[in-house]
Structure formats: structure tokens, C-alpha cells
């Protein structure tokens, strides 16, 4: 499919990312910041070219309108359990669930190797842009246009959890130092995949429970994997 901003075959359409606008339902004054926030560094002409400072931009920008939504929205919990669900609304699963909800996929401006190898549909690459997309927002309509449309595709996820969610790796923890155990064992049993989106396996082994083992795009997001899985087989 054609990059951002470059010809398309959909009906002589010239500039794709204006029907990915609409979907977003916020008119751009510069929809260059739209075409950046979608071009992937490995179609970026130059190492300044890519979504990567609008991604940086934005993962601040959806913590700030996250925790002030949590802040409102709960107004009875401590600083803990704020902390607990704003980790869980701000990573790399929210982000990617809210820009697949989207569509984005379909606009990423991907060079060839990347897009040939699914990256239209690669969690990191989605939350990456979708981070991205939240900073054009903020910078061509100001904080409140941003903190808008992170209303509207956070607010249903706030209302998931009536509790604060547990960290994986904490709750086996627990689980294990509740019972006398020792602290879970976490062991990078492969690396692999190239360098921009490598694909760690991870195993957590506990003395007398069956080792559980993970994949993730980091060694964190593989280790709380391996953990949610032992917690699913560890004795109630």
C-alpha cells in the first residue's frame, strides 16, 4: 500500500492520511504532523524523519490526560492504585488495542521489508504510532484537543477494571513470599527477530510449580506474560 502522503489508488485520492483523519475525527490545520506521526523509521529518509519525537511527545502527553481522567474517576483510591491502572491504560496493549480499534494500521508508512513482514499489524509498531498520532493532535490543536480524543478512546477501558489491576510479577511475588517461597526466577531463554523489533522468550520457574514460559517485544512485557501464566496455574 502507498506510504503517507504519497499517491494512492484509492479513487486518485492523493493524500491517504486525510480518510485516516476523518476516522480519527479531528481535522488537521497541518496534516504533515498526521503524515509524520505515521511514517515508521523504516521508511523515514533521515534518523529526524520518523514518528520516534512524536512518539516520545505523546507517551507524555496520554500520561498526563490519563491521570487526571484517573484522578477524577477515582476520586477514593491512593496514589498506588492510581499508579497501577495508569501503568496498565498507558502500555504498549492499550495503545496497540486503541490504534487496531482505529484502523491505523491500514495508514503506516512502512519500508518494504517491514511492511512484507506484517508490520501493519505488529503490536509495537501500532502503539508506537498511536503515541505518535496523540502528539500531532496535541501539537497542531493544543492539550485540550489532545486530551479529547484520549477521552474518547480511553474512557471505556477505564471503566474495565473496578479494581486497580495487579502487576503480574508482583502478585507471583507475593503468591510465593505469602507461602514461605523464594522470589520467582526469570530466565531470557531465546532472543530473537531483528534489531527493531526483537521477540524475547522468557521463563519464570518457582521451586514445585511447572515453569511457565512468555514471549514479549522487551524482557518486561515477556517476564509479566510468563507471570500471568503462572498465576493461572498456581493453587488457589
Request: proline share 8%; charged share 25%.
Amino acid at each position: 500500500m502507498p506510504g503517507a502522503g504519497m499517491p494512492s489508488d484509492r479513487g486518485g485520492v492523493e493524500d491517504p492520511t486525510a480518510d485516516f483523519s476523518g476516522t480519527l475525527k479531528y481535522r488537521f490545520k497541518d496534516p504533515s504532523l498526521l503524515a509524520r506521526a505515521l511514517c515508521h523509521p523504516s521508511q523515514a529518509p533521515g534518523p529526524l524523519d520518523s514518528n520516534q519525537r512524536l512518539e516520545f511527545l505523546g507517551d507524555r502527553v496520554l500520561g498526563l490526560a490519563v491521570s487526571e481522567l484517573l484522578y477524577t474517576q477515582f476520586p477514593n483510591e491512593n496514589e498506588g492504585a492510581l499508579a497501577r491502572r495508569l501503568a496498565s491504560l498507558v502500555r504498549r496493549d492499550a495503545l496497540a488495542r486503541v490504534a487496531a480499534n482505529l484502523g491505523l494500521g491500514d495508514y503506516l508508512n512502512l519500508g518494504r521489508s517491514e511492511s512484507e513482514s506484517g508490520g501493519q499489524q505488529n503490536p509495537a509498531n501500532l502503539a508506537d504510532a498511536m503515541e505518535a498520532v496523540i502528539a500531532a493532535i496535541y501539537l497542531d490543536g493544543g492539550l485540550e484537543a489532545a486530551v479529547q480524543f484520549i477521552r474518547a478512546h480511553w474512557v471505556s477501558m477505564v471503566a474495565e477494571d473496578r479494581e486497580p489491576p495487579r502487576d503480574a510479577k508482583t502478585a507471583l511475588q507475593e503468591w510465593s513470599q505469602a507461602r514461605g517461597g523464594p522470589l520467582p526466577e526469570y530466565v531470557v531463554v531465546s532472543e530473537d527477530g531483528p534489531p527493531h523489533a526483537p521477540v524475547f522468550e522468557v521463563e519464570v520457574r518457582l521451586p514445585d510449580v511447572r515453569a511457565c514460559r512468555a514471549e514479549g517485544a522487551s524482557k518486561r512485557v515477556a517476564e509479566q506474560a510468563a507471570a500471568g501464566q503462572m498465576l493461572e496455574i498456581l493453587p488457589r
